[in-house]
């Protein structure tokens, strides 16, 4: 163990001699990541009203219907974006910090003792598979895209309608998210070493750099695409149930 | 106007946080206060110190719990009338008073595989863009305080030092590894080695490095996606043996 | 002598800067052992602070350079009193020590073709400064750092400061250091020394260095015998900054005044214009509209037809004259000129071309420049003076011993060129780790040292813990500081030099006494008393050098004596150690060789 002086060593949980209100961050974090993790689950279990008109939730995309199976197709669906979610470098760090406090935030004590292995063991080891879970939702993108489409059609003839904005807003951020994804980053330039070596390599060095413009905000689009995603839900949920109207604006 | 400064007194056995009252100056920095301190009231207090400019990394240590360069720690940061605290880092074994023995990162440094560069052009120089460099010129800022060892929980709570090199040698790495010119793998080094599966990415050493060098999205996660590559991508194996250069 | 750590090597670097890493890469790669000591950690050495660049005639920006251009202009800049021999050496060598540093995976800033670019600068003829934004000396330390720990025969001795050099029959046999850290003292037998110690800039108050730069290398070589030459040439670069203390002397770049930043007193005249000299009157502008007229054309990146303003002298002029106007009642608030930018270019240009000297200003002075002019007053920056070498080996005076880099003397003559010191440091610190080398191997023999000297230096060393109650050494290092301010600054009388001289005797018996609290272990006190030895003797060379240079050049200024005498253009002045006297004589400078001469004319 290092040679520190007792008192020094506070290595307890919460040990710190920061004064700030360095708790608040990971609490709020955690807190608004369990409600919205807690209402997409509600949402996915709901198996109705997840329509209307030319809208579709976007838990629900792509739409397939399995009639012999006991659960809502929405847990089939939602498995890969929950997982590419669940091993995204951003949404690690946050949970890490919130809910495993490890550490709950900077030069602050933490809980666990000697059993520490990070990512090196199971089942975190599995975190280096993220790229195949980017490869799966990268073919959501194009069904989200068609929802946006639909959402404009309103019995056969064009319009744009409240909806419509909220399902456009939603899949924008759900592409920002999976082009700003650091596995995606990697892939489109990252592993180069010479950018200037081959034409491929230049071409892929542009891509590079907007993805890396991209990744750069990666924390707030992971953010809003949650957001959206379930606000997206909420709105279709609201609409179909005839708690609200949707508004017509074109 | 006067503060108080709680320093830390002792050494890596025992010691405590001894009060001293310091006159400000407007401007002033706490490097200063230690300084003054030094020159009225405690020759022997120990502190490293260089360059006094953000440029050397040497003064690190722990203001109010947070790691920081105490030569770019102005004290109207601070509210007035409330004492500083100024501890050692504590990721590293006290030496004396405020300096550590940071020994075990040189020697970290020591093993890591050497640049190796590719042949150069026929005229003996080598050609490379701007474009090529800027990615690692950022890595080449670090300037070794050392701050973001000490703030990274795998090396300051679990004490990892035998399998982990931490996030500084992690942006050495990066430095070395997409050098346009360099020839060498590191991956597996990486991996064994410098145990980067240890990282959690959870960025504190990113939030305290005074040359803002984006640590963990520009040097430890591209590091870490390599390394993917390399050991744990299924599909890229099976196409390594079907090509038979596994 | 079980009370020292006593290890043993074919060659001694002290100091791991530039020079030494250099040096040592250079003599390990010889296949001898190799030791570098230093005093602080590895990789915080002063050449971290170069800005600028490293000057080597690469011709990559400009295809009309050469090294005899480099060459004539480091001649021209040091006013021709450089050692020729060397001022050759680095410019030709200088391309070849750069192109090395890229090889062993330095990165500086590119071309469009993928070359290395170079940048302008003042008394460079074409753009030759290669770097890397404004962190070239970091970058350089950085690839030296990693060259040497990943060497096998280079031991590094972080954190421990050489005290005395021993010799055995007046060559070099070892050296008496102690460990920072724990206080304990390290007996280093060797048969070759490189110094690489650096500057001596902590013997003034206002300076732009670290605390390590108190003259180490310079007085360890003046004890061991050597000679030390222009000790009088102390560079003070005219803008430091003043206010707030905090940052009392860091640089405020030349690039403010090239970008159309003016100097002004008190009552905010132009002073400038009452210092041309009169060799550079008919290239320097005489009216503000001129002065005016030249910096919107290199703004505009027009060829300027116009002649430049005053405030773009030589260092030296520009220095002396703020601080005449300052002497004269027109200073500033905290005793500094104005330097104004706010009011010649807007403030999004001034963030632009100025970024770090912006946010240098806002973070640790409340000055936003591009609303207020900057405070700024001379500050200690260089010395040019050292340890007389050959040319080719670096080797002293004294066998067995070497130096390179700052603590060298001969190459920058009376004033350096920015950009000549980084190159200076690769160049000859090579050569130095190669003259090492050769040396150590061509003796036989263990290197013996005397251990009743040794005994007497520990007892010397350990004399501070013994006067418990004696004057703080930190009042001590600040009196000595603000007396080298005062009389040994940059306007210099025959009456201050000689006040100097006895103000230094006191001094020195100040020094005795002084006492230190806490034990051996990290104690900057302790640390602190025995540096003022060095910082004494070296002091007392630079006021004995300049009172026996009676006229001004390039960096030294004698009130009496305001120009230059083609006599002392002909002679260095050397000092030596004689018994316990300093002893100063002037030595002729070899007359150039022929062709060299015709480059220096142009001819060539």
Redesign the interface.
């Known amino acids: 163990?290092?040679?520190?002086?007792?008192?020094?060593?506070r290595?307890g949980f919460a040990a710190?001699?920061?004064?700030d209100a360095w708790w608040v961050a990971p609490l709020l974090q955690g807190t608004v990541l369990a409600v919205l993790i807690t209402y997409a689950n509600w949402a996915a279990l709901q198996n109705a009203n997840y329509r209307w008109g030319g809208y579709l939730s976007p838990l629900y995309s792509p739409l397939i219907t399995i009639s012999w199976l006991p659960l809502p197709p929405s847990l089939l669906i939602l498995l890969p974006p929950v997982l590419f979610r669940a091993t995204c470098?951003y949404y690690?760090?946050a949970y890490?910090?919130s809910y495993f406090l490890?550490?709950p935030a900077?030069?602050v004590?933490?809980l666990?003792g000697?059993r520490?292995?990070?990512?090196?063991a199971f089942p975190?080891?599995l975190q280096?598979?993220h790229?195949y879970l980017f490869y799966i939702t990268f073919l959501y993108l194009p069904f989200l895209w068609s929802d946006v489409v639909h959402a404009t059609s309103f019995g056969g003839s064009f319009g744009v309608g409240i909806g419509t904005l909220v399902i456009l807003a939603n899949t924008t951020a759900l592409t920002l998210y999976s082009f700003s994804c650091?596995?995606a980053?990697?892939?489109i330039g990252?592993?180069l070493?010479?950018?200037?070596?081959s034409a491929g390599a230049r071409a892929r060095?542009a891509a590079w750099k907007g993805a890396s413009v991209l990744?750069?905000r990666?924390m707030l689009f992971a953010w809003v695409s949650f957001f959206t995603v379930c606000s997206a839900d909420l709105y279709v949920r609201l609409v179909a149930s005839g708690v609200i109207h949707d508004i017509r604006l074109l | 106007m006067e503060t108080v400064l709680k320093i830390?007194r002792?050494?890596?056995?025992?010691?405590?946080?001894r009060d001293y009252t310091v006159p400000l100056?407007?401007?002033?920095?706490v490097l200063?206060a230690v300084h003054w301190v030094?020159?009225?009231q405690?020759?022997?207090?120990?502190?490293?110190?260089?360059?006094?400019?953000g440029?050397?990394?040497?003064c690190s240590a722990?203001v109010?719990?947070?790691?920081r360069l105490m030569c770019?720690t102005?004290m109207d940061h601070f509210p007035p009338g409330e004492a500083i605290?100024l501890?050692?880092m504590?990721?590293?074994?006290?030496?004396?008073?405020l300096?550590c023995?940071?020994?075990w990162n040189?020697g970290v440094?020591?093993r890591i595989p050497?640049?190796r560069?590719r042949p150069?052009e026929p005229d003996?120089?080598?050609?490379?863009?701007?474009?090529?460099?800027d990615r690692?010129?950022e890595f080449?800022?670090?300037?070794?305080c050392f701050l973001c060892q000490?703030?990274c929980?795998?090396l300051?709570?679990?004490?990892?030092k035998d399998q982990?090199a931490g996030p500084r040698f992690l942006v050495r790495l990066a430095g070395?590894?997409?050098?346009?010119?360099?020839a060498a793998s590191r991956t597996a080094h990486l991996k064994e080695e410098a145990?980067i599966?240890?990282?959690?990415?959870?960025?504190?050493c990113t939030?305290?490095c005074p040359e803002s060098i984006?640590i963990?999205?520009n040097a430890i996660?591209?590091l870490?996606?390599?390394?993917?590559?390399d050991f744990?991508?299924p599909l890229r194996r099976l196409w390594r043996r079907l090509r038979g250069t596994s | 002598m079980d009370r020292f750590e006593t290890r043993t090597y074919d060659v001694l670097v002290i100091g791991a800067g530039g020079a030494g890493l250099r040096a040592a890469i250079e003599a390990a790669e010889q296949g001898v052992s190799v030791a570098v000591v230093c005093k602080?950690?590895?990789?915080?050495?002063?050449t971290?602070?170069a800005e600028g660049g490293v000057a080597a005639a690469l011709a990559t920006t400009d295809g009309r350079d050469s090294w005899k251009v480099h060459f004539r202009d480091t001649m021209r800049g040091g006013k021709l009193l450089n050692d020729w021999r060397m001022a050759q050496l680095l410019a030709q060598e200088a391309p070849a020590r750069v192109?090395e540093l890229?090889?062993?995976?330095a990165?500086f800033?590119?071309t469009s073709?993928?070359?290395i670019l170079q940048r302008n600068f003042g008394g460079h003829q074409y753009p030759r400064l290669a770097h890397?934004?404004d962190?070239t000396g970091?970058?350089m330390i950085?690839t030296l750092q990693?060259r040497t720990?990943?060497a096998p025969r280079i031991d590094?001795l972080?954190e421990s400061t050489v005290a005395r050099l021993l010799t055995d029959g007046g060559r070099i046999s070892g050296a008496l250091a102690y460990r920072r850290?724990s206080g304990r003292f390290l007996l280093l037998r060797t048969k070759a020394v490189v110094l690489a110690t650096g500057g001596i800039g902590r013997a003034y108050r206002i300076n732009s260095n670290?605390?390590?730069y108190t003259g180490d290398g310079h007085a360890l070589a003046y004890d061991a015998g050597a000679d030390l030459i222009g000790m009088e040439f102390v560079q003070f670069h005219p803008t430091g900054m003043v206010?707030?203390?905090?940052?009392r002397g860091?640089l405020v770049t030349e690039g403010v005044r090239g970008e159309g930043g003016v100097l002004k007193n008190s009552r905010g005249e132009r002073f400038m214009f009452r210092y041309v000299p009169e060799m550079f009157r008919g290239d320097f502008a005489d009216t503000e509209e001129e002065a005016d007229r030249w910096v919107a054309d290199v703004i505009a990146g027009r060829k300027a037809e116009a002649r430049r303003p005053p405030e773009l002298l030589t260092r030296d002029v520009v220095a002396r004259a703020i601080a005449q106007e300052v002497r004269e009642g027109r200073g500033s608030p905290h005793g500094g000129a104005f330097l104004d930018i706010a009011s010649r270019r807007k403030p999004e240009e001034i963030r632009k071309k100025l970024p770090s000297m912006y946010q240098?200003f806002l973070?640790?002075?409340?000055v936003d420049i591009t609303r207020e002019p900057m405070e700024v007053f001379p500050t200690t920056h260089y010395m040019m003076g050292g340890v007389k070498v050959d040319p080719e080996t670096q080797s002293a005076t004294v066998p067995g011993l070497f130096a390179a880099g700052e603590v060298a003397g001969g190459l920058h003559g009376a004033n350096r060129l920015g950009g000549n010191s980084l190159s200076d440091l690769l160049v000859f610190g090579r050569r130095a780790g190669l003259g090492a080398a050769t040396y150590a191997r061509a003796q036989t023999g263990e290197p013996q040292v005397d251990a009743a000297r040794v005994e007497a230096v520990t007892v010397e060393l350990l004399a501070p813990f013994e006067r418990k109650g004696g004057e703080?050494?930190?009042?001590v290092q600040?009196a000595l500081q603000d007396m080298m301010g005062t009389y040994v600054g940059i306007a210099r009388t025959a009456d201050d030099l000689q006040g100097a001289l006895a103000e230094l005797e006191r001094l020195r018996g100040r020094a005795n006494r002084v006492g230190?609290?806490?034990?051996r272990?990290?104690?900057?006190?302790?640390h602190?008393a025995l540096d003022l030895r060095n910082l004494l003797t070296v002091s007392e060379a630079v006021a004995r050098a300049a009172l026996a240079r009676r006229e001004s050049r390039g960096a030294h200024t004698r009130v009496e004596y305001p120009d230059s005498d083609p006599q002392f253009g002909r002679v260095n002045v050397v000092v030596r150690r004689e018994g316990d006297a300093m002893a100063v004589r002037e030595e002729p400078i070899v007359p150039l060789a022929g062709d060299l001469k015709a480059i220096l004319e142009g001819k060539d």
């Not at chain 1, 070493?193 to 070596?197: E, I, K, L, V």
């Open positions: 163990m290092v040679a520190v002086p007792d008192e020094l060593r290595t710190t001699e920061r004064r470098y690690r760090k890490y910090r490890d550490p900077c030069a004590g933490e666990r000697n520490y292995r990070g990512e090196t975190l080891v280096n598979l790229r650091h596995s980053r990697h892939l990252g592993s070493d010479c950018f200037s070596c060095h990744n750069a990666h | 830390f002792g050494d890596g056995t025992a010691g405590a946080f100056q407007p401007g002033m920095v200063d030094q020159a009225h405690a020759s022997d207090l120990a502190c490293r110190w260089n360059c006094k400019a440029r050397c990394g040497s722990e109010n719990g947070k790691p770019m102005r605290t501890a050692p504590k990721a590293f074994p006290v030496l004396k008073d300096v023995d940071v020994s040189y440094n020591r050497a640049f560069p150069p003996g120089t080598w050609r490379m863009q701007q474009d090529d460099i690692v010129q080449r800022k670090c300037i070794e000490d703030v929980h795998v300051r709570d679990h004490d990892r982990f070395l590894e997409m050098h346009p010119l360099d145990g599966g240890f990282c959690n990415i959870t960025k504190c939030e305290v984006h963990t999205d996660i591209p870490k996606e390599r390394v993917v590559d744990y991508d | 602080s950690l590895l990789g915080k050495a002063h971290v602070m192109r890229e090889a062993w995976g990165l800033d590119r073709d993928g070359r890397v934004g962190r970091l970058e950085r990693d720990v990943q590094v972080m850290e670290s605390w390590e206010w707030p203390l905090s940052v860091i240098q973070e640790l002075a409340d703080s050494p930190y009042a600040e230190v609290d806490g034990n272990q990290y104690n900057p006190g302790w602190t």
